[in-house]
């Protein structure tokens, strides 16, 4: 090391031994494979969390609504739907939907009607799915991580509708998380008590009888028909919201590891 290094003070900026400079490197045309490389990965999902986090800081408090993307509007789920979202926006909530069509559209279009704030968080498929036309603030993500993460962080609740796989999962995020005490006075509604029942006979019948759930679980959730059950059971949970240690609350339970 020569004097000239041993005198420096902050960053070294040239490499003395070809005086090429960090300008140097960051301007020249590079192999472009480094674009499916681990490190530059975690910097798009940086980028992402921060777009999201940017995109809905200011947002009001919302509900979000999910429910299956294959129904129609003759669907009788989907003025339902509708009107939950109404209620919803008239209720003072904005509606944070996936963007898509079907549940998704019905719930956008009633917040919309209702006055309230319209939101779609899309996310890239194999095959592209547009934001519906009653999205008011749409984002776009690649990672559904980061996707489930803005739903969970600026929703004060989940209304579930029928629907398949990615609204099962939704659902059961939700359940873990409030389970585990991750989020706290977190309503959930299920709509449709005839699609759900299945369901619900199966963690009281099979999981609960053999242990895996306890009966509060079972209250984590409920099961509604008609909109303004829903919106109710919404405000009465939220208007019990205040700040709490997890560790008080009767539903997180120091046995309850379901999540580990």
Not at 19 to 31: N, P
Not at 189 to 201: C, F, K, N, R, T
Request: charged share 25%; net charge negative; with cysteine.
């Amino acid at each position: 090391m020569d004097e000239q290094d041993r005198q420096r003070r902050g960053r070294v900026t040239a490499r003395h031994h070809t005086g090429e400079t960090e300008d140097t490197t960051l301007l020249e045309r590079r192999d472009p494979s480094f674009l499916r490389t681990d490190p530059w990965l975690v910097m798009r999902v940086t980028a992402e969390f921060v777009e999201g986090l940017d995109a809905l800081a200011n947002v009001p408090p919302a509900v979000c609504v999910f429910g299956s993307a294959r129904v129609t509007s003759d669907d009788p789920m989907y003025p339902v739907a509708r009107d939950v979202g109404e209620k919803l926006a008239r209720a003072g909530l904005a509606v944070i939907t996936g963007g898509g069509p079907g549940i998704m559209e019905a719930a956008n279009r009633g917040c919309a009607e209702g006055g309230g704030l319209s939101i779609g968080c899309n996310i890239e498929l194999p095959f592209e799915q547009k934001l519906n036309q009653w999205v008011q603030l749409g984002i776009d993500f690649r990672y559904f991580f980061v996707r489930k993460t803005m739903f969970v962080k600026y929703a004060e609740g989940f209304v579930v509708f029928p629907g398949g796989f990615g609204t099962a999962d939704e659902l059961f995020e939700a359940l873990t998380l409030i389970q585990t005490g991750k989020i706290l006075h977190f309503p959930v509604a299920l709509v449709g008590s005839s699609y759900w029942q299945g369901l619900i006979d199966w963690l009281r019948g099979t999981v609960l009888q053999e242990g895996k759930v306890s009966e509060d679980d079972l209250e984590l959730f409920k099961v509604c028909d008609e909109p303004d059950e829903v919106v109710a059971h919404v405000m009465s949970v939220l208007s019990k919201k205040k700040p709490t240690d997890p560790r008080t609350e009767p539903v997180v339970q120091p046995h309850k590891a379901d999540a580990q």
